[in-house]
């Protein structure tokens, strides 16, 4: 073997290094990146559970809710406290939304996880109208999306006691 034999030999061996050197850092930062995602959404999840374990379990919130149950009549603090609650919420809902949106993996993930949590909420007609007042308070694109889920809502459940086809 010459000298310039062992030397290409040598380059080979090098670049075939450096391409399995790109390839590991490659997969070392797409794991390191992942970390701080699913951080992010497990901290949004715990601070979303402790709130809304609080609203759940709190008198006074469970009592003002019942006054906002027909044929009740809320009062102006009522409605406040509602207005103030259920902005909490939906800013935790908005902000979820927003990382979502931002996460290459798109809102897709962010349905699945939150459609059933959210749902919860805007199937009450009492939230439908406390969001008709408030709703300029939330992002464009966000209140489109709550806007949609809403009209399905109400499609359904017009469907569900729209006319039958059965006579008796």
Do not use: C
């Amino acid at each position: 073997m010459t000298l310039q034999d062992a030397s290409d030999l040598a380059q080979v061996i090098s670049a075939v290094a450096v391409v399995v050197s790109l390839v590991y850092v490659a997969h070392e930062v797409r794991h390191n990146s992942r970390q701080p995602r699913l951080s992010k959404q497990q901290a949004q999840a715990d601070a979303a559970s402790q709130y809304l374990t609080h609203l759940g379990t709190d008198p006074a919130f469970l009592e003002m809710v019942r006054r906002h149950t027909p044929p009740n009549v809320p009062t102006e603090m009522d409605r406040l406290q509602a207005t103030l609650v259920l902005n909490g919420v939906f800013v935790q809902f908005q902000a979820g939304w927003e990382a979502a949106a931002l996460d290459r993996r798109g809102l897709k993930g962010w349905w699945t996880y939150q459609e059933r949590a959210m749902s919860t909420w805007l199937v009450s007609p009492i939230i439908q109208d406390w969001w008709a007042r408030d709703r300029m308070n939330f992002s464009d694109d966000f209140r489109a999306a709550v806007d949609r889920k809403i009209a399905a809502f109400r499609a359904a459940a017009g469907a569900a006691t729209g006319p039958t086809d059965d006579p008796a």
